[in-house]
C-alpha cells in the first residue's frame, strides 16, 4: 500500500529526528525548515526540499507542523504563502508544536473551512524520546482522524493517546509541562539542600531513586544536574514559554496553580541571566552560588 506523502515543517532539536523517523517508516516526505542545513541532511536520506509552507502543503496529503511558538504557527500555517493557501481539501494537517489550547482551535477552525481536518499532538519525550521513536504524543481532534493518522504517529511515539476534541492534545501537554516543571524544580532544591548541609547529592540521587520520589526527571535530569551537563534536549526558553500557556489557561479559567508560577518565575530568572539557551535542567545552575557557599 502506497503511504501518504507528508509535509514536514521545522527541522529543529525534536523535529529533525522525528522527520528522519517518518522516512524510516517509509512515507515519502517533503520538508522546510528555516535553516537550510537540516533540510539538506534530511534530503541526503531521501526526502524532498520544499520552497515554502504553501509549497509543502500543495504537493502533501499530510502536513505536520513542529515549530517554537503559538505566533509561528500562525504564520507558517494562515500567513503569506502559508499551509492553508496550499492545502488541498481531504488532507490532514497536524500540529505537533506545543502552542496554546485557544490558537490550536483558531487555526483548525480556519482549515476546516478548506475541507482540511486538524490534530493537535503535542509531544514529551525530550530529543532521547524523538531520536528513539519513543515520544508520549498527546492528542487532540476527531475520533476519525485520530485512528486514520495512527501510523503516522507510530513512527514516532509509543505512548499514543487521545485526549479528546480539538485543542485537548495541547491542554494535556500544558499539564505535562506542569508536572515537568515543577519536578525539574524539586530535583534542583533537593541537591541544594543536599550540598549546603555538606551531603553528597549523587548518594542521595542513588537512595532517592529506590524510593517514592524515584521518576524519570530524578534519574536522567538528576544526572545532568550532577554532570552539570546543559546542551539542550530541551531548551530552557521553550519549557518557560510552555509554563506561560499553562498559568495563563488556568487564569481563564479563575483557578489557581501556584507551583507552576513558581517554575515560570525561575525560568525568567535563568533566561535573565542568559541562559535560556541550555536545557530546562539548567534550573539547577540558579542554586550555583548556594553550592559554593556550602563548600
Known amino acids: 500500500m502506497t503511504q501518504p506523502t507528508i509535509g514536514f515543517i521545522g527541522l529543529g532539536i525534536m ?13 515519502p516526505l517533503v520538508v522546510l525548515n528555516r535553516s537550510r542545513g537540516p533540510v539538506d541532511e534530511l534530503v541526503a536520506l531521501g526526502a524532498t526540499a ?3 509552507p504553501r509549497d509543502v502543503a500543495s504537493r502533501s496529503e499530510i502536513v505536520i507542523t513542529m515549530l517554537p511558538d503559538s505566533p509561528d504557527v500562525e504564520s ?10 496550499g492545502i488541498k481539501s481531504g488532507s490532514f494537517w497536524i500540529d505537533m508544536s506545543t502552542i496554546a489550547p485557544a490558537t490550536t482551535r483558531a487555526i483548525a477552525a480556519e482549515l476546516a473551512k478548506k475541507g482540511v481536518t486538524s490534530l493537535d499532538a503535542p509531544v514529551s519525550g525530550g530529543e532521547k524520546g524523538a531520536i528513539d521513536g519513543a515520544l508520549s504524543i498527546m492528542i487532540g481532534g476527531p475520533q476519525e482522524a485520530f485512528d486514520r493518522a495512527q501510523p503516522v504517529f507510530q513512527a514516532m511515539g509509543k505512548n499514543i493517546v487521545r485526549i479528546g476534541e480539538t485543542g485537548a492534545g495541547q491542554v494535556a501537554k500544558a499539564c505535562n509541562q506542569i508536572v515537568v516543571g515543577v519536578t525539574i524544580e524539586a530535583v534542583a532544591e533537593a541537591f541544594a539542600l543536599a550540598r549546603a548541609s555538606g551531603v553528597d547529592p549523587a548518594a542521595v540521587r542513588t537512595a532517592l531513586l529506590g524510593g517514592f520520589a524515584q521518576s524519570k526527571i530524578l534519574d536522567v535530569h538528576g544526572q545532568r544536574m550532577l554532570d552539570h551537563n546543559f546542551q539542550p534536549g530541551f531548551k ?3 519549557h ?8 495563563s489557561s488556568a487564569e481563564e479559567r479563575g483557578i489557581e496553580i501556584p507551583a507552576a508560577g513558581l517554575v515560570k518565575d525561575r525560568f525568567d530568572a535563568l ?3 542568559g541562559e535560556g539557551e541550555l536545557d530546562h535542567s539548567a534550573l539547577a545552575a540558579l542554586y550555583e552560588k548556594t553550592a559554593a557557599a556550602a563548600k
Do not use: E, H, Y
Request: cysteine-free; proline content about 2%.
Open 76 to 85: 507558517v500555517v494562515l500567513g503569506t504563502d502559508g499551509v492553508a493557501q
Open 15 to 27: 523535529g529533525k529526528p522525528m522527520a528522519k523517523n517518518l522516512l524510516k517508516a517509509g512515507f
Open 271 to 273: 533566561i535573565a541571566r
Open 236 to 238: 530552557s526558553k521553550l
Open 50 to 52: 520544499g520552497t515554502s
Open 240 to 247: 518557560r514559554k510552555d509554563m506561560n500557556i499553562a498559568t
